[in-house]
């Protein structure tokens, strides 16, 4: 500590004593830059927290995508099929019901309407329609 | 709030403990700064940027010293950067063979000195005079460091130092502060 005279002594007391009241507006610009401090966050590796959390969902959606179309069951996946899958083998549905038709095509010939409860029912020949 | 406990609330970046330390120390500190800036604006930006830097750099205070001090010290850093910033500390000159004995000013007569004249007193000295008369008499720093703070050398400090006095003494004379009560 440095050797005062009286009148350092005395100046030094009295200046010790100053007191100012400040505008409260510096109080709030301090806690503006504290905010922007916060907001702006810390940086991990250089790189803002934001941007990694951007960057994993990112990925995130990328992945939950491709299984997705991995996905045989899911019927988004089976609509992106191309024109090259359709040799694949065919596989029927359970409740495929085959449909009869009297002159055996579709476009010419009558759809014969069969109770499924009588399908097995031998009809006698006088009353067959194509002998 | 104890001090302690408001050192640990901004240490965990307590936004109420940081109101309540800018609330108790903040009047003191901004006379501290309006000691070494001229202008009522460049003090409040002092205390801002000291303020900020008080609550980002806390974790650094190792609650050894003392708290106020550790501030103070922060706002008189933060002023001469203000200082230097604006190229005020440049102009410093040196004495040679000064008797500094010639220059004092006498004690009964800054003994009844008002607070507004003690700033009216700083206000009237050139910025070299004010800041080393601030940094020697009223914060304690010896020739030595404030020569290393201000970069410059000893002597100018010293210097400075005894011009300030001499500028003083005849600012207390044209105030009506005389020797003699």
Known sequence: MANFDPFEKEFRRQAGGLRRTPASRNWNRIERRLDKRQGGGGRILGIRPWMIAALLLLVAGTTVISKMADDRNNPLAQRSEFIEELSTPYTPMEDFEPVEYL???PDGGEEIIQD???RDVV???EHRVNG | M???ELITGCKGNDRRAQRAVYDRYSPVMLAVARRYTARDADAEDVLV???FKVFDKISSFNEQGSFEGWIRRIVVNEALMLLRKKHALKQASELDDVNPASFSVPASATAR???????ALLDT???GYRTVFNLYVVEGYKHREIAEMLSISINTSKSQLILAKKRMREQLEKMGYSANP
Not at chain 2, 113 to 119: G, V, W
């Open chain 2, 125 to 127: 000295m050139p910025t």
């Open chain 2, 49 to 51: 940027t000291a303020f």
């Open chain 2, 113 to 119: 000195l008002a607070e507004a004249d003690i700033m």
């Open chain 1, 103 to 105: 002159n055996g095509a």
């Open chain 2, 2 to 4: 104890t001090e302690q």
């Open chain 1, 123 to 125: 009809v006698a020949r």
């Open chain 1, 116 to 118: 499924a409860d009588f």
